[in-house]
């Protein structure tokens, strides 16, 4: 059995884990998360520009913490945001489809 955590604050999150856990055999157990308002974590990814590089090697689509509408590329750093989940991602690119981020192809990368 997957473990499932709480901070205390926010209540018991369950990783994608569980989801891939969820055999026919486990619903029960599934349900019981949902209704007790566990809430399902969506998997993080990294997003690489496809064919962009300097010299810190690959470039990933990247955010500052203190302002997560301040997008730009870099090379992995954990001192910024470069972990998105897959509808973040969306949106960060339909909101800045005029800026240009539409034109570029990204490769995503598990975090």
């Known amino acids: ?9 926010s209540g018991p999150t369950v990783g994608p884990e569980l989801i891939n ?14 209704i ?3 809430e399902i974590e969506e ?11 300097s010299a810190n090697g690959n470039q990933y689509l990247s955010c500052e913490f203190t302002n997560p509408n301040r997008m730009f590329a870099s090379a ?18 339909k909101k800045n489809q005029n800026g240009g981020w539409g034109r570029f192809m990204f490769i995503r990368e598990e975090a």
């Open 1 to 9: 059995m997957p473990d499932i955590e709480s901070d205390g604050v």
């Open 21 to 34: 856990w969820a055999t026919a055999e486990n619903q029960k157990r599934l349900a019981q998360a949902f």
């Open 36 to 38: 007790t308002g566990w």
């Open 43 to 53: 998997p993080r990814y990294r997003y690489r520009f496809r064919g962009l590089e």
């Open 76 to 93: 992995l750093n954990k001192r910024i945001v470069q972990e998105f989940t897959e509808s973040e991602f969306l949106k960060i690119i």
